[in-house]
């Protein structure tokens, strides 16, 4: 098996958490399913070739610096119901602020569960680096040969189609073995602390501020893993016990089977 790294800078990014429905989060590092989508588009491999190559591909990023988060609000009006049904709740609004206060609190939550607010959060300047090990040599030396001579077959975007590549390059070739220290992210229960004596803890994204001492930040990640992991930015990683790292000189990457982390097609 063999072993890449490369540099990609976005001017903004949305990796979607998981868990968050109305409120679109993001994870603070891709989770491997999208580094290993990113090979994809680079290399023009469909959907059905990527879950082909994903139970022999591992993929892991490191976040190497972040300038801050986007955060934005937008209110959805939910027109679910007949015209004649929301003027009466709209009647029965106006007729309920001269009674009590109970009938008034109901009629106000009832409309306030037509007025949606959706929170949309973006990770502003972000630059990491990915880490990809694959078995199929080829492909590898073709990804390679492509991120030199900027020659890609789709456009890269971080997260979806309105987040744009600020650069992408650099691309170093690099071993993989097993390591108990490593940068990006591991398992929560292989997680046994960082390099270094400050961090803050980070329960969500909005805690992160532009501030320049480590931050932890504990993730689920669903599909077929259904696992806590602890991403970390700023700071090495310690795990209890050897986990599969890249290593290309500068940075030791923790790298993850592809295969779990991608969501089924319905």
């Avoid at 599909?223 to 990683?237: C, L, T």
């Amino acid at each position: 098996m063999k072993a890449l790294t490369f540099k990609v800078c976005f001017s903004t990014a949305q990796f979607k958490d998981h868990i968050s429905k109305m409120t679109r989060r993001t994870y603070l590092i891709p989770p491997p399913s999208a580094i290993a989508g990113t090979l994809g588009a680079i290399l023009g491999l469909g959907r059905k070739k990527l879950v082909e190559l994903s139970s022999e591909m591992l993929a892991g990023a490191e976040l190497r610096s972040l300038n801050g988060r986007v955060t934005s609000l937008a209110r959805i009006f939910k027109f679910d119901r007949p015209t004649s049904q929301l003027l009466a709740l709209v009647k029965k609004y106006y007729e309920a602020s001269y009674r009590n206060r109970k009938d008034k609190e109901e009629v106000v939550k009832s409309i306030g569960q037509l007025l949606t607010i959706k929170e949309n959060e973006e990770l502003y300047m972000p630059e990491y680096k990915f880490a990809i090990a694959l078995n199929d040599e080829s492909l590898l030396e073709d990804g390679m040969k492509r991120l030199r001579d900027f020659d890609f077959e789709y456009e890269v975007f971080g997260g979806n189609d309105y987040h744009f590549v600020e650069f992408i390059g650099d691309p170093k070739p690099a071993k993989i073995y097993n390591s108990r220290e490593g940068y990006g992210y591991c398992p929560r229960e292989d997680f046994e602390g960082i390099e270094t004596e400050s961090f803050s803890i980070a329960y969500d994204i909005s805690m992160v501020k532009g501030a320049k001492c480590p931050i932890i930040m504990p993730v689920t990640f669903l599909a077929n893993v259904r696992a806590d992991y602890i991403q970390v930015y700023g700071a090495k990683i310690i795990a209890k016990k050897d986990l599969t790292v890249v290593d290309d000189g500068e940075s030791k990457i923790f790298v993850y089977n592809v295969n779990p982390f991608l969501v089924a097609q319905i």
